[in-house]
């Protein structure tokens, strides 16, 4: 199991993979973590987990509560970047404020809401799914990597690959939940469910044609394992936070 803990100093990544190293020399040279230390930063989703695709960002959360002052130190410090951007709004009563911009081919994007980066949905789903890869390993990986290339959001990829009915970002909150056993059990019987029935779905039929193949392809959810299609739309780590 990984510790939570890990998650909270980006030094890690200078034990990873290439890409993480690069990833971590990058954020050194901007000084990112360093600057906005008082909102408690974290880097979440897929880069810390090594399931990242083309087209990745670095997605980095923060606790803040005065979204001017953090919007004005961001600025002062990084707002020259290309494609830099700012907004604010207030979704489900919580104000909240994304910036994004650009560097070294790279788009940022910093996530602001007065909760602490530990009880932010972007860090919960991104300590759950690194549990969920840990109990199932490459084989589980290789496919959530693979939905991503079909342009298929991270929770909703777990999700489906588990068989999580409704909201897929909610589905993987609730995992988050479950002791480490029981989220083991659950992991284990959905992804072996599932294999199965992909299995069986590229076997003929009785005409000779493998069932349920065009469908796959199209990347249809499993009939029982549904996802909520409007969550298929959600944004960046700002919107599902």
Wanted: charged share 25%.
């Amino acid at each position: 199991m990984v510790k939570e803990e890990r998650w909270l100093d980006i030094s890690y990544l200078q034990q990873g993979t290439a890409l993480q190293k690069e990833v971590h020399a990058l954020l050194a040279r901007l000084n990112v973590m360093n600057l906005l230390n008082n909102y408690h930063p974290v880097l979440v989703g897929t880069i810390p987990l090594g399931i990242q695709v083309e087209g990745s960002d670095l997605d980095i959360i923060c606790e803040v509560h005065d979204l001017e002052a953090f919007a004005a130190q961001v600025g002062l410090h990084f707002g020259e970047m290309d494609k830099f951007s700012c907004e604010s709004r207030i979704v489900a009563g919580i104000p909240r404020i994304k910036i994004n911009f650009t560097v070294e081919g790279w788009l940022v994007e910093l996530f602001g809401q007065p909760r602490s980066s530990r009880e932010q949905n972007g860090y919960i789903h991104m300590v759950v799914e690194a549990r969920v890869l840990n109990i199932l390993g490459a084989s589980f990986r290789r496919q959530v990597i693979e939905l991503k290339r079909q342009e298929v959001k991270t929770e909703p990829a777990f999700a489906r690959l588990l068989q999580l009915e409704g909201d897929p970002y909610q589905a993987m909150l609730e995992l988050y939940k479950l002791p480490e056993m029981e989220l083991e059990a659950l992991c284990r019987e959905r992804f072996i469910n599932h294999s199965r029935k992909i299995v069986e779905e590229s076997l003929p039929n009785e005409s000779g044609d493998p069932k349920s193949a065009q469908k796959r392809c199209a990347g249809t959810a499993p009939a029982n394992g549904t996802v909520d299609q409007q969550a298929f739309a959600a944004g960046g780590s700002g919107e599902e936070t």
